[in-house]
């Protein structure tokens, strides 16, 4: 079997992920980023239980947890003003695994799979340049990409340039966006979070906020909202969070929160022409779920598998784009549907603070919801009292 050779564009999560499976399929592999690494970046910063199990399936697992990652048992949900909290643990997978997930902070998480990029047969990373644009044959199948430094050459093209990709943008994929859209600020907090095992999100008066541990010491605090709102929300983001959560009143900011929006986008494919979407660039709804970067790693798992089976010659390349699009929509759409509810939910205090006060003491349809979210059943699994329960009943 002849090695192929993918060009991959972009080493975050789903990036690094993807050419470590096309590595380990014996592989070649050139890795493009913009940025140099250790780099930071406006996320999340939570890893839902998927994503921990794709860590370990890709060997990452126990390095990412010796940079002192914390383990998140669940996600707890409050409204400002109202007393009432609601918590649900992460369901047991079905098939076994860690019913955990992680905060990771993504200098350190970012710099472990880089590391592992460094240490992979057939990988090269190129760092400090920026991916320019598609390069096309004769027959129209992009065949490479031109960047700050000349022209990289592969058999396939993978665009794992974030939200706002340039690639996707150059193929033509990405359509105007249609509704206003939302934005977000993460900022990070010195403080004590050793027994802090959960994602915290707190409704407030148009915006949500986030906590979640992320490292020894340290608390990532995130909030997202309309333009107009986080607007307003940065130009005064320390005395805002205080305001919103009393347990930053004597905590103290570690860095200068970073912004990051409009985070709806929807391209037009996610695979032809030689040139195939992973994580933010395939597609992206909103971060309130926290399953960003989980979704990601199952993408590029799925990615790895059909671009290997390409270049391998066991498939065409008609019968890869096919199989990846069908991928990345069995993995989204419940996904989105999750997120669907859960915007609407934020957007009506009296409906959310309903379903917070029954959560509170009958958590059961917020944990099927975070199975469907981890792709664990579907909403079939939801029983006619989950869902009058979810409606505050």
């Known amino acids: 079997m002849s090695a192929g050779h993918a060009v991959v564009v972009g080493a975050g999560p789903s990036g690094a992920a993807t050419a470590l499976v096309l590595s380990r399929a014996g592989h070649v592999v050139t890795v493009v980023d913009r940025a140099r690494f250790p780099r930071d970046k406006a996320c999340g910063e939570g890893l839902m239980p998927p994503g921990v199990a794709v860590l370990r399936r890709l060997g990452v697992l126990d390095a990412v947890l010796s940079t002192g990652a914390p383990r998140l048992r669940g996600v707890q949900y409050n409204q400002q003003g109202r007393a009432a909290t609601a918590y649900a643990r992460f369901p047991e ?15 350190t998480f970012d710099a472990v799979l880089v590391d592992a990029l460094r240490a992979a047969s057939g990988v090269t990373v190129v760092e400090g340049v920026r991916a320019t644009g598609l390069i096309r044959d004769g027959s129209g199948l992009v065949s490479g990409v031109t960047t700050s430094h000349g022209p990289v050459l592969g058999d396939v093209v993978v665009a794992a340039d974030g939200l706002h990709s340039s690639l996707r943008a150059a193929a033509g994929w990405t359509p105007p966006p249609r509704t206003a859209g939302r934005y977000g ?10 027994h802090v095992d959960r994602i915290q999100v707190t409704l407030s008066r148009g915006q949500e906020w986030y906590q979640a541990p992320v490292g020894p010491g340290l608390l990532l605090v995130s909030t997202l909202g309309g333009r107009t709102r986080i607007g307003a929300t940065a130009r005064a983001y320390v005395t805002a969070a205080r305001v919103a959560l009393p347990v930053l ?4 900011p570690a860095v200068a929160p970073l912004a990051a929006g409009q985070f709806r986008q929807r391209p037009r494919t996610v695979a032809a022409d030689g ?10 709804d909103d971060p309130t779920t926290g399953e960003g970067i989980g979704v990601g790693l199952l993408l590029a798992e799925q990615l790895g598998k059909h671009l290997a089976a390409l270049l391998s010659g066991q498939v065409d390349r008609g019968a890869a784009e096919a199989a990846y699009r069908s991928a990345h929509a069995g993995l989204c759409r419940d996904r989105n549907r999750v997120t669907a509810l859960a915007l609407l ?3 009506r205090p009296r409906l959310s603070g309903r379903a917070l006060a029954r959560a509170a003491t009958h958590p059961q349809a917020l944990e099927a ?6 792709g664990y059943w579907g909403f079939g699994r939801l029983t006619a009292a989950d869902w009058l329960s979810l409606g505050g009943f």
Do not use: I, K
Not at 93 to 107: D, F, I, N, Q, Y
Not at 369 to 374: S, Y
């Open 275 to 284: 040139l195939f979407l992973v994580g933010d660039a395939a597609g992206y």
């Open 93 to 107: 997978p079905p098939g076994g695994g860690e019913p955990w997930g992680l905060g990771v902070r993504r200098t």
């Open 369 to 374: 919801l975070l199975g469907v979210n981890c």
């Open 345 to 347: 939910m934020a957007r």
């Open 185 to 194: 600020l993460v900022g990070h907090w010195h403080l004590d979070v050793q």
């Open 249 to 252: 009143r004597d905590a103290h």
